[in-house]
């Protein structure tokens, strides 16, 4: 049989920053979370995630021994400067639908398991900060995110790819904690644009401009509006205040070339006013979370973007939007935007 030692060596040849193994047991105490915090994750039922049922490994793999993580570095390179600010850097990363890069050593991964009689199945319902920290792979933050422990210089930059597999390895060392300096005076708190951060270890995801840019329901409110500046789709903002993601920002990194090849599509001009085939054939590969029926929330936006911007260079743009664009939500936002910029 295999041994452990031997899987972390091909993880690493195979180009993953990292791995770390748990047990399969229910994640219990992610499980009285979400049970106690349920009126904050309607919406993600009403969208057929099934969180409940991701806090249980068995439930998702009955064969599941053991759980295998890898962590991937996402911030090997650097990315480009018009895109920072209005993309959050992971959804520039995300190949899931391209299959271009990550997607492909996990498969490569999970093909050498197999080789060596290794049964795994994608444990991507699971909560995966969570199962990286009970496997020893780093610590969390206040702003509720995970931070590794060697990895992208102990950075929250970092995937965890979650596996079950259905034989059983020793566990390695859990390390189920916040490691934040005390120092820092809770940095990523007060820098929530949109107060979705409510406290330490406590969000309102509700709040959060990620989900606010591609989940909320309806034209974004006007109480939110300006507070998400320029942030058409995620945001980073919690982890670039982080004293801990200093070093891993602070290196002097070569701009990636692939995502610098589409990153032109993504001009807040095109996505004002991209008709579906764009939107499949440009964005939909690369950001994936709006389906192509609600085009209209990347249109509404990169018009909320535009206001933002103070840049009169716009109105023109928006004024075009109000003539031509059918639906009332990006309307609405097109003429909130319009006004902003009127008023300069």
């Known amino acids: 049989m295999i041994t452990k030692q031997e899987i972390i060596d091909a993880a690493y040849q195979i180009?993953?920053?990292?791995?770390?193994?748990?047990?399969?047991?229910?994640?219990?105490?992610?499980?009285?979370?979400?049970?106690?915090?349920?009126?904050?994750?309607?919406?993600a039922y009403e969208k057929g995630m099934d969180l409940l049922k991701g806090t249980d490994p068995k439930a998702i793999y009955p064969e599941a021994r053991s759980i295998i993580v890898l962590l991937e570095n996402y911030h090997k390179e650097g990315f480009p400067p018009d895109m920072l600010g209005k993309f959050g850097r992971c959804y520039m990363v995300d190949d899931r639908m391209t299959k271009d890069d990550?997607?492909?050593?996990?498969?490569?991964?999970?093909?050498?398991?197999?080789?060596?009689?290794?049964?795994?199945?994608?444990?991507?319902?699971?909560?995966?900060?969570?199962?990286?920290?009970?496997?020893?792979?780093?610590?969390?933050?206040?702003?509720?995110?995970?931070?590794?422990?060697?990895?992208?210089?102990?950075?929250?930059?970092?995937?965890p790819v979650v596996l079950l597999v259905d034989q059983e390895f020793d566990p390695d060392e859990p390390t189920v904690t916040v490691d934040c300096p005390t120092w820092c005076r809770n940095a990523c708190i007060a820098a929530c644009p949109t107060g979705a951060l409510r406290g330490p270890n406590k969000i309102d995801p509700r709040k959060c401009?990620?989900?606010?840019?591609?989940?909320?329901?309806?034209?974004?409110?006007?109480e939110y509006r300006e507070a998400m500046g320029m942030r058409v789709y995620g945001c980073d903002r919690c982890q670039e205040v982080c004293p801990r993601n200093e070093p891993c920002m602070n290196q002097d990194l070569p701009v990636s070339q692939k995502i610098s090849a589409w990153a032109k599509d993504f001009d807040l001009r095109a996505l004002l006013h991209m008709d579906e085939q764009y939107y499949i054939e440009k964005v939909l590969p690369h950001m994936f979370y709006i389906p192509p029926k609600e085009i209209w929330r990347f249109q509404m936006n990169a018009a909320r973007a535009m206001g933002n911007s103070l840049n009169p260079e716009y109105k023109e743009e928006l004024e075009r939007c109000l003539a031509e664009n059918r639906d009332e939500r990006v309307r609405e936002m097109a003429a909130w935007a319009w006004e902003k910029l009127n008023s300069l």
Not at 22 to 28: L, S
Not at 211 to 217: P, R
């Open 15 to 43: 180009g993953f920053a990292d791995i770390g193994f748990t047990t399969a047991e229910p994640f219990d105490s992610h499980r009285a979370i979400l049970e106690e915090r349920s009126s904050f994750y309607d919406w």
């Open 102 to 159: 990550l997607a492909q050593r996990t498969k490569q991964f999970r093909a050498f398991l197999s080789a060596n009689g290794i049964q795994s199945k994608s444990g991507a319902n699971l909560p995966q900060r969570l199962a990286a920290a009970r496997a020893g792979l780093g610590t969390f933050g206040k702003n509720c995110m995970f931070y590794a422990k060697k990895a992208a210089r102990r950075s929250s930059w970092v995937f």
């Open 209 to 222: 401009i990620s989900y606010l840019s591609y989940f909320g329901e309806g034209v974004t409110p006007l």
